[in-house]
């Protein structure tokens, strides 16, 4: 087997991140002008009161009203607009009796929280409980709410999110412009750079809300709600309401904490409650809701405040110290920049873990100098797959090496990974290899399966991934916040990234892709499974039987889309299927699969026992998807057995029907551009009998 980006010596280990030393970008944008809708007139000038709840919680609901009464000052809710009774559905009003709890005897839940964080907290605000850098992050947590509330209206009246234009949809934002304004006013030699930062906030309230209401509804293209009865539907309703809920006011709680001397572990208690009693709430209600969503309402739940961390660094990129998983605070390695290092993952704060339990590590050789560090190229390592004792035993013993990552060394820069412009159109972006250390195609989610014989195998894949992914994240993101020339900041949505893996990793990529478009939240991202296209040999042994057995044995079901997660999801023409209603929303978001037509390794790792079989599955595969919205394919015809296509510079400058490789990737992650398909017949009869043509037209 070809390695993947083959390692070569020279290592440079990345250095711990020391502290974090930020100034404010909103402070350096906007200035605070001399009235906004929290003060306002002659009763402006009025002192604050120093009541201890209202200084400690100055923006969240109840406390303004605290501090209007004791202040005699009338001070609008700025937040009003989408949370108004008249703008939910009847289902969503009544979502709280259904489930026995109502919204009084939640907040005597939630209430404990807010006397946790006061007696806590010191009694001197950070900073003015009316100045920019406190309204932005209240803006951004109170209309995320709202849009979110929008979209299950719009659930409600026509089975799918609202529309971009939707007039409410379109007010909401306007809201958080008006309420950031209010309080944020423009420098004039930084108009451009506060107004780029005031759009990644909007950005960032559109993406999140739809996040939330996807992780419930199935996708943004609310696939599961459209799909389920009745009875499906009120469950799915509780779920998103008390998760809206939950974000709500956990964002609010990190902005109100955000202000005072909290620690992270005040934070962390502050949360439970509200965390539980969502659980709670969803169980009592929605008891089979993994049967809908691939998630239970523990996960559900997690998975809700893992976004509330996002939410809460977007709003106030200056939060530190308060224990967020998110944003530049949670930044946890430096690396120079146009090299290759090693960074080890904290296995105890991400949950990483190798097949030889030892610690998951990987490789990142950010864009050089002069060259923005958010285009990013994501390659997952391949090396096959293990199931059981007689294969894993075996391949444990003679190659230990495939199940740690520690081990591996800096990639070489071969074909698509090439640090050569003339090379590779990706050669100056940020990338990052993740290696392959579990057998689990990047699919495990954190469970030890035993094998039997004493063997006992750690199924992590898809966890280490995405814990390098997001640390990933975080080092771009306070790096942006840190560079003077980026003074719009970080923005999820302006990520330009292309993941992909080879042979295993291949896999990893279409069982992940999702994630990183609806969790992350990187909308421009193109995804390029390579030589492992997760084929049905439709047999016993094969891709579909084994997903209905190692999908719940290896702790995979919350890590596949809410959409699409049983066993025959495992397959590509399943999973692409699924995953394509919700691609092209904007153009990078294509599926690209590729492989060579005869590729006798990855045949042998999806169980097909003659060529001409795998070449009859690939070509039926095909016919059945190219016409999928966002998919697109690239067979190559070399007429021998090729594992593996984007890393050989042979092929990678080759062509098929007049396309070359590395344009055709090119046109799809960095113009945009929806690309075509390509695939010829060949001699592939003549030379494997029993091939048979493709099933619909090819060049």
Known sequence: ???????????????????????????????????????????????RPASPVCSCFP????????????????????????????????RFQSIEAASGYNARMKMQQVLPLVALLVTACS?????????????????????????????????ETSDALCEDADGDIVAAFDDLRADVNASCETADLLDEAAAARLAGLVAACDQEATSLVGRV????????????????????????????????????????????????????????????VTVIEVEEACPALAGLIALDPSQLVHNNAGQVDCI??????????????????????????????????????????????????????????????????????????????????????????????????????LAIASDDPNESPFSEWTQVYL???????????????????????????SINARAAITMVRNWMWRTIEDDPTR????????????????????????????????????????????????????????????????????????????YCFSGDCALASVLTEALAPRLLSVPEQQMLLLTNQIDDIQAGDSYFTSREGFLNALRSTYCDTKDLNGVAWYLTSVEASVHVVTLRTELWNGSVGGMVMK??????????????????????????????????AVD
């Open 312 to 413: 809460a660094a977007m709003g106030r990129p200056d939060i530190d110290d308060l224990g967020l998983t998110c944003g530049p605070s949670a930044a946890e390695f430096d690396v120079p920049r146009g090299q290759w290092s090693q960074v080890v993952v904290d296995g105890e704060r991400w949950g990483t873990l190798c097949g030889d339990r030892t610690d998951y590590a990987f490789w990142i050789r950010p864009a050089p100098e002069g060259s923005p560090i958010d285009k990013v190229l994501i390659g997952l390592e391949g090396g096959g797959v293990c199931v059981f004792a007689d294969d894993c035993g075996p391949k444990l013993e003679r190659s230990p090496e495939l199940f740690s990552a520690l081990d591996n060394e800096e990639p070489l820069p």
């Open 59 to 90: 923006s969240s609901d109840w406390v303004r009203d605290c501090g209007a009464a004791e202040s005699g000052l009338t001070q609008p809710d700025p937040f009003a607009a989408g949370r108004s009774e008249k703008a939910k559905p009847v």
């Open 217 to 276: 509804a199935g996708g943004p293209h609310a696939a599961v709600w459209a799909a389920a009865s009745d009875s499906d539907r009120e469950c799915l309703a509780t779920a998103l309401s008390a998760s809206i809920e939950q974000v709500e006011q956990s964002t609010i709680s990190f902005m109100a904490c955000a202000d005072q001397a909290c620690s992270d572990a005040t934070v962390a208690n502050a949360r439970a409650p509200l965390q539980d």
């Open 435 to 461: 290696p392959y250390c579990n057998q689990d195609v990047f699919a495990g989610g954190g469970v030890d399966e035993d094998l039997g014989g004493g063997l006992v195998l750690p199924r992590y894949g």
């Open 123 to 155: 009694t001197e605000p950070k900073y003015d409980p009316a100045s920019c850098e406190t309204i932005t992050g209240f803006a951004l947590a109170e209309c995320t709410a709202s849009v979110a509330r929008l979209h299950a209206d719009c659930l």
């Open 487 to 562: 003074p719009e900041g970080f923005r999820a949505d302006q990520v330009q990234a292309l993941i992909g893996g080879w042979s295993a990793g291949s896999y990893g990529t279409l069982y992940n892709y999702h994630w990183v478009l609806d969790d992350l939240g990187w909308a421009r991202t193109t995804a390029f499974p390579d030589a492992g296209l997760a084929l049905d040999n439709e047999q016993p042994l094969g891709v579909r039987a084994l997903g209905l057995v190692k999908i719940p044995l290896w702790g995979t079901l919350p890590y596949l889309p809410p």
């Open 663 to 696: 344009d055709w990737m090119a046109q799809a992650a960095i113009s945009g551009e929806v690309v075509d398909i390509y695939a010829e017949e060949a001699n592939f009869m003549d030379l494997v009998p029993g091939t048979t043509p493709f099933p619909c």
């Open 1 to 47: 087997m070809l390695p993947m980006w083959v390692p070569t010596n020279g290592t440079a280990k990345a250095t711990p991140a020391g502290p974090s030393k930020k100034t404010s970008k909103t402070s350096r944008l906007w200035k605070r002008p001399s009235q906004n809708r929290w003060s306002r007139g002659a009763a402006a000038t009025k002192e």
